[in-house]
């Protein structure tokens, strides 16, 4: 590698080390599965094991959620074993990856190396993606696949966006609202002719169906899993099941503490506590520890505006890379509108993250292309970082006094 090239690498290698870092730092704490831990660990560890989903006897689980993303989570158990640190590694990976992968697409978009970086920044420091990449669940890998998918999207690789969409729906059904988008989008904007639709249709919904169908195997050629000899034949015991899985998620209605309505998550309404204790390791007479997911109040907040200012300029200019980003962010939010009587929580949002912060991106580039604005830029990061900073100990778990976590508690729905 050349000099120039390692001095133009340097920025993103420095903020990847970083996310890293922080990343794998301490994840074996807290002990135990916190949250829903309890559910996706356990079958990662299963799938590794049986190849399908058992419980602690070794009998058939009914799980709601398709294999691909536990089989992720496995792959830390299988390297590190079946703890803590295990069952949580893969997602610092993805996380840490996320960064990298919004730092390509906005090279791609709107090829400035400062544009980049800011993204990559923006991405580092925000709150959610850190908590989600410290815990065992599945969303950060749904968000990954999704960005990947926009990704190969935006460099015209249509075959492997759609392979992307294929993988992100064989982590959660919700990634399959893209698909109509992003056809639609691929058919304005590449100008495809009536012809040459079936192509378009194929790579949106033909891969990603066969890709789906494939992270199923583990129960296809398993006799073990749920439902498995419910009917004669294996594809009718597989649609048996499916129908099962879609009879949970339509009934999803019970009461949680921390649901959260579609409504509330952009203004950041009802975070989710993942974990919450009262140690007495603080120095204080009374500590508080908590691993809230909530994204960084003052990246969210103004990303709203960002968004809204985004579909202003889709509108009059019909630009591309405007298109791009609201597609991803129509297609990963406004669907949970039509299904506002599931039980929804606000961390399902960590799928919008991606395309609030290229949204504020999008901005930025208008105001470059105005004046060179970069140092208020610059002040707008830091601002960020420093917001980042302050609610550090409850995206990390840290032990703080009762007082301090208090003061972290902007609202009362927080609590």
């Not at 508080?288 to 505006?305: K, M, N, V, Y």
Request: some cysteine; overall charge neutral.
């Amino acid at each position: 590698m050349s000099m120039d090239r390692l001095l133009r690498a340097w920025p993103i290698a420095a903020i990847l080390t970083f996310a890293l870092s922080i990343r794998l730092w301490r994840l074996s704490l807290p002990t135990g599965y916190i949250f829903d831990e309890v559910y996706y660990a356990k079958n990662a560890n299963s799938l590794l094991s049986s190849a399908v989903e058992l419980d602690a006897q070794g009998q058939a689980e009914f799980v709601v959620h398709p294999p691909f993303g536990k089989w992720l989570i496995a792959i830390g158990i299988r390297f590190f074993g079946n703890e803590e640190f295990g069952w949580r590694f893969a997602s610092a990976i993805f996380g840490t990856l996320s960064i990298l992968l919004i730092y390509l697409i906005v090279k791609k978009l709107f090829n400035s190396e400062f544009l980049s970086i800011t993204a990559a920044l923006l991405m580092a420091f925000d709150g959610l993606n850190l908590v989600m990449s410290r815990v065992a669940l599945l969303d950060i890998f749904l968000m990954f696949f999704i960005l990947l998918s926009i990704y190969f999207l935006i460099t015209n690789n249509l075959w492997l966006s759609g392979s992307a969409i294929g993988l992100a729906i064989s982590i959660k059904w919700s990634a399959a609202f893209l698909i109509p988008l992003v056809i639609l989008f691929v058919v304005i904007y590449n100008k495809v002719t009536f012809r040459n639709l079936y192509k378009v249709v194929s790579q949106f919904t033909l891969l990603p169906i066969s890709i789906y169908f494939a992270s199923w195997s583990g129960w296809i050629f398993s006799s073990q899993g749920w439902a498995r000899q419910s009917e004669s034949n294996v594809f009718a015991s597989l649609w048996n099941y499916h129908l099962q899985i879609l009879d949970f998620h339509q009934g999803l209605d019970d009461k949680h503490a921390y649901q959260a309505n579609p409504w509330s998550w952009l203004v950041l309404g009802r975070p989710t506590s993942f974990y919450y204790e009262s140690p007495s390791d603080c120095g204080a007479e009374k500590c508080a520890q908590e691993i809230l997911a909530i994204g960084t109040p003052l990246l969210w907040w103004i990303s709203i505006f960002a968004v809204a200012i985004t579909f202003g300029f889709l509108v009059t200019k019909l630009e591309r890379a405007a298109a791009i980003i609201l597609l991803g962010f129509a297609g990963t939010y406004l669907p949970w509108f039509f299904i506002q009587s599931r039980t929804t929580f606000y961390f399902y949002s960590i799928s919008i993250l991606p395309f609030l912060i290229l949204a504020l991106i999008y901005c930025f580039n208008q105001l470059l292309n105005i004046a060179n604005y970069k140092k208020y830029i610059i002040s707008f990061v830091i601002l960020v970082a420093i917001n980042f900073i302050y609610f550090l100990p409850i995206y990390l778990g840290i032990s703080i006094p009762y007082s301090q976590w208090l003061s972290r508690m902007w609202f009362e729905s927080w609590i």
